[in-house]
């Protein structure tokens, strides 16, 4: 974690309200309380919260607390932000569940002795509709309908529930429990961040600042988010890991150095500099970023047989070391194969694989859908680009 | 109270939803359960609500149970309805003391032993959070909108409290809690009377019917309503009372028959028509209204003596037999003399009073407004139609 005041303020940083308020904070010779909401209805982790838990990580070396909300009764509604329809309530019981999901994968990054966890239930277990009364009647419907993602729903005539205007309200009144120095959260969370800021005011207290993250890119190209399947989890093995980097586009490699990695900046300045001018190959590029990333997560060994072997496979067109294998003890439709083998859903995913030459036997395209498969010890079946099936005859 | 059943449906009704719904619970064969909730931010109670109640108190002569809810927890938001601006939010020590007037006033017409009084305490006292969820989780914004008058504000940019949102709910939960059958209202309660009969609709529970009575026109023509100052209140003594029946427009005078009094249907369509071909006096008429109204809040005698009252001062032009005496020693400038004796709020409004011709002295009009007023034993002065004062030489 790059802890360089420049890096800190400029680097995986979208946006500070206000940088100079946070500028004072950090000179007033305390440790400051950093709060971040957890949202405990998605709880796996993956590379782009990486990105704001690498940033918190670096404020905790610099002697800060991170106070982690586990947002037990706002997970209950379900955050609106980005999100065009109501979401189904999930029980207490479920939050709980994934609650320490997220918290196995939270401290693989973050230093458990300079958190402070805090479960909402503390203060909402025995809050009263006096409390709610005191929340609301500081908030108003224009309030509301600046967030963006409620105004656009109700701009659509989607519904939005009275239920959803409490989530900003809410998570706003956890930074005044919890004293909240600085808010940390993704762009999406701008809204809510801010609500706890006017709150805090509205009554009073010196309004916490908040710091917001960059959204990273998934592997489609879109906001990395489980919702879009397009994520690289902190708990993925190392070689899907690396693999899932070696998909992602050229466009947004560098996006990645910078807000996943500690590459130092004038490195990556370089590397810019170079695929501009048609110097380096994206893809060596993108091997290294893969390197870097199994190595935070799975250690610097590991990285490197990830490498090794995807460059064995994918570059040399040789098979894996070790592949799944099959007994057959007669000649079998390759079609009832694939659906035995998971390797596809249905015999009719299995005919569309074929027919988009996604099939290979020993090495040679199938194009025929009744196609086969001899019972022959040692045959190897690939589906797309990194599935590998081995028959043994039985 | 007319109990004939087409009164019941049809004299001073607004609107039934539906009437046939209601129709088919009275012929249940059990006591309905009828309710009403009290605002007790207004706990002066007038002519206007005295329409509503007279019809509830003729529901409670065939059988049926008045279930008035104290809207303890209600009051402290105030009800938005028909109001432009959010309402300061008033303490529960008002609230507790507000709804002990009202209910000395309710049942000046009410039955007390078919009434069921429930403070809102008994179930807000002890609501959670997750309460709030699932209330708030079964509207929508576009369900609030729905109400004209948070519509309007909005459209206007005037602020709307996301607590203002909780009272339709609330309201409508009290419901759920009395198992209401039937809930009453004025129109302007429509909004959150049917918030309670979709609540109850989407908790599975027989939806209440809902049962509006039109409001009553005020003294100045505008709706009667203690923030207009226009009313005619059930504590009002007799002479008030009586004159201020006789100083509303003629034309809402069958109207206040129809609403406000026990006149049989045909006799008013009888004075409907005299009234259309001139046949009679409206004065006359409005002296019958009068002696109906103070009879039914003070008896029969009181209503005699109130109307003998109204014709000596106003018909006749005769003094009131009674008045406020002021003891002066020494001649006193007039507009002096008004102010100490609060028939003129400032020296600025008796000058006023003056200019505009509203003051005699000794049945005298007096134009000067630098005028003085001898220290003369008996003396009369009168300030509009209705305000005199007597001078006694001290």
Redesign the interface.
């Known amino acids: 974690m790059s802890t360089d005041l420049t890096d800190l303020f400029t680097r995986a940083v979208s946006e500070i309200i206000t940088e100079d308020e946070l500028r004072a904070r950090l000179k007033l010779g305390r440790p400051l309380r950093l709060k971040l909401g957890m949202d405990p209805s998605r709880p796996n982790l993956h590379v782009g919260h990486a990105v704001g838990l690498r940033k918190l990580r670096a404020f905790q070396e610099l002697g800060h607390t991170i106070v982690l909300i586990v947002g037990d009764?706002t997970a209950?509604?379900g955050d609106p932000s980005g999100r065009d329809e109501s979401r189904q309530?999930i029980t207490h019981e479920v939050v709980r569940a994934n609650a320490q999901t997220y918290m196995d994968q939270f401290f693989l990054i973050m230093d458990k002795d300079k958190t402070e966890v805090r479960w909402q239930t503390e203060w909402?277990g025995s809050?009263?509709?006096?409390?709610?009364?005191n929340l609301?009647?500081?908030?108003?419907?224009?309030?509301?309908l600046a967030h963006e993602t409620?105004r656009r729903r109700?701009d659509e005539?989607h519904?939005?529930?009275?239920?959803e205007?409490?989530y900003p309200?809410l998570q706003g009144y956890d930074s005044v429990v919890v004293k909240a120095d600085v808010e940390f959260g993704g762009t999406d969370q701008k809204f809510n961040n801010l609500a706890g800021r006017q709150l805090q005011a509205s009554l009073g207290l010196p309004p916490q600042s908040v710091f917001l993250w960059p959204l990273l890119v998934g592997l489609d190209g879109r906001k990395m988010s489980k919702s879009f399947g397009n994520t690289i989890d902190l708990t993925d093995p190392p070689g899907e890991m690396y693999g899932k980097v070696m998909s992602t586009a050229d466009a947004v490699l560098l996006e990645y150095f910078v807000a996943a990695t500690d590459v130092p900046m004038p490195e990556i300045d370089e590397m810019r500099l170079s695929m501009a001018r048609g110097g380096v190959n994206p893809r060596d590029l993108k091997m290294r970023l893969g390197r870097e990333i199994v190595c935070m997560f799975h250690g610097a060994a590991a990285a490197q047989a990830a490498q090794e072997e995807f460059v064995r496979i994918f570059q040399r067109r040789e098979l894996p070391s070790d592949m799944p294998t099959v007994a057959l003890t007669v000649p079998t439709p390759l079609v009832d194969l694939l659906l035995a083998t998971n390797l596809a859903a249905s015999k009719s995913e299995a005919r569309r694989l074929i027919a988009q030459g996604g099939v290979e036997i020993a090495g040679e395209k199938v194009s025929d859908a009744q196609a086969v498969v001899p019972a022959q010890d040692g045959l190897v079946i690939q589906v797309g680009k990194r599935r590998f099936l081995r028959v043994a005859a039985g």
Chains 1, 2 share one sequence.
């Open positions: 009764w209950q509604i309530v909402y809050f009263s509709l006096a409390d709610v009364f609301s009647s500081r908030f108003t419907l224009a309030d509301m409620f109700w005539g519904p939005v529930s009275i239920m205007l409490m309200l």
